[in-house]
């Protein structure tokens, strides 16, 4: 396989890992959500720099349907129109895969780049979905909400990485 | 190359499924279904609660940390902060109690003189007591969820208040919580009655505020006045404060006039509420009822 030079081969990823790291968002954007803030439109969406995230690293486990259905789950939980969520992350899921191969050759700030515009897209989405559906606009503040989720990334590539850059044997002499 | 570093079956190269683009063209299709059946036809209300009370295991247990720190520090609150909370209470009630004995002998009188009349009696609606839970993350509606649901007989479209006045109203029924509509929503509509002039109006939400729309240029409407339910409409009762006139706006060459008014309501912080039941329900027969024919009952006429 042609690696960028100096990436480390990483470890297979569990799919537990996955799985629980996507219910870990969904919890986090919960307490974002019922505990510290309310229904500000400046939120970063948590799920959303998750998914694309696994969409990017592990495109044949989490893809399209996946990113429907945590979308339904998303709307059941805001009370927002049933199927806005899941349309946006169908979108950013479609966007991510189709982006994968060519994402992780650039180093950091070049992918925080190439997924500000994914999330721009996911959000103007729901902003002319609600729009049509007649709902007021939330505001300037929701400007605010793709770049922090853009901050978000480097974070969300170091932290989910974290358990694939274990060392394959593990032991107690190692350095590492 | 120790063993453990690749993935255990290859990768499969000739079986990845439909393609990505076919994918997004069924999902998207799909959502844009479910969107329209849920704002057009409503009918995915059951589904709704199906996914509500799989996720409801979720965000109780989210919860629970949060509400023990919540207990905690209200364990270690002051003695004296309590008690001079418990004093204002006190006060307050004190304050309330003469109006609260006159409003009795009110009632009593206001039941006679309807009775004289021949006026049909008061719909006094039940109540229920709830708490709100958290504000609805969409950005886009003003939404509270609250702890009462279907367990507790909560019913769509029941009035919701506060201490101060109308909240706004239940809108989706879940098996332990509700949604509700708080009265800015664009979606939300109130019937009021201007208590200085009597002026009957509709009261739209439009995000930030309320306002009412199609009023005459020369309406008898002025900075300040006081806004209850008109009771018209069968689901708020009469007589409950909605909201304050805070804007009059009389252009000269419209023809409506642009009238803005604030909740009195707290929208933002209310923490108890009030559920009512829906007055429609307990109406009493014979206004459901269909006209008595000719020779039954005493108000036949030939």
């Known amino acids: 396989m042609i690696m960028p030079r100096g990436k480390e081969l990483l470890l297979p990823v569990r799919p537990v890992f996955i799985w629980s790291s996507l219910i870990a968002a969904l919890a986090l954007a919960m307490v974002q959500n019922m505990v510290l803030w309310g229904n500000a439109a400046w939120l970063p969406d948590v799920m959303a720099v998750v998914l694309v995230f696994w969409a990017v690293h592990q495109p044949l486990r989490v893809g399209i349907g996946t990113g429907f259905v945590l979308g339904l789950l998303v709307d059941v939980h805001q009370g927002a129109l049933l199927g806005q969520h899941a349309l946006a992350y169908t979108a950013l899921c479609f966007l991510a895969v189709g982006i994968h191969r060519r994402l992780l050759w650039f180093n950091m700030f070049g992918q925080m780049a190439q997924v500000l515009g994914l999330f721009v897209v996911a959000h103007l989405l729901a902003l002319l979905l609600r729009l049509t559906a007649g709902d007021a606009p939330p505001g300037w503040s929701m400007l605010v909400a793709p770049l922090l989720e853009t901050l978000l990334w480097p974070v969300v590539s170091v932290l989910l990485l974290l358990p694939q850059r274990q060392a394959p044997d593990p032991d107690a002499t190692r350095p590492l | ?302």
């Open chain 2, 1 to 302: 190359m120790p063993l453990g570093t690749l993935d255990s079956a290859p990768p499969p190269f000739f079986r990845q499924g439909p393609s990505a683009l076919s994918k997004l063209i069924f999902f998207g299709v799909l959502s844009l279904l479910l969107m329209v059946a849920d704002s057009r036809f409503h009918m995915l209300q059951p589904l709704r609660a199906g996914l509500a009370t799989a996720l409801y295991p979720l965000q109780w247990t989210v919860l629970r940390p949060f509400v023990w720190l919540d207990g905690g520090a209200r364990y270690f609150q002051s003695l004296q902060a309590s008690q001079a909370d418990a004093a204002a209470a006190q006060y307050q009630l004190g304050l309330q109690s003469q109006r609260a004995q006159q409003v009795e002998q009110l009632t009593l009188e206001n039941a006679r003189l309807r009775q004289l009349l021949e006026l049909r009696a008061r719909v006094n609606a039940p109540a229920l007591a709830a708490q709100v839970l958290y504000d609805a993350a969409d950005p886009f509606s003003h939404k509270v969820m609250i702890d009462k649901g279907a367990l507790s007989a909560v019913q769509a479209g029941s009035p919701v208040l506060d201490e101060w006045g109308v909240l706004g109203q239940v809108t989706r029924v879940y098996p332990l919580v509700s949604e509700v509509t708080l009265l800015t929503n664009r979606q939300q509509v109130i019937p009021v009655l201007n208590t200085r002039s009597g002026v009957r109006a509709l009261a739209f939400g439009n995000g930030t505020a309320l306002e009412l729309r199609f009023l005459g240029a020369h309406v008898d409407v002025q900075l300040g006045d006081v806004l209850t339910t008109s009771g018209i409409d069968g689901v708020y009762p009469p007589g409950l404060q909605v909201a304050r006139v805070s804007l009059v706006d009389r252009q000269t060459d419209a023809s409506f006039a642009r009238i803005r008014c604030t909740p009195v309501a707290h929208l933002n912080g209310t923490l108890h509420v009030l559920v009512l039941r829906t007055p429609a329900v307990q109406l009493p027969q014979n206004i459901l009822a269909p006209p008595i024919g000719p020779g039954q009952g005493k108000g036949a006429r030939p």
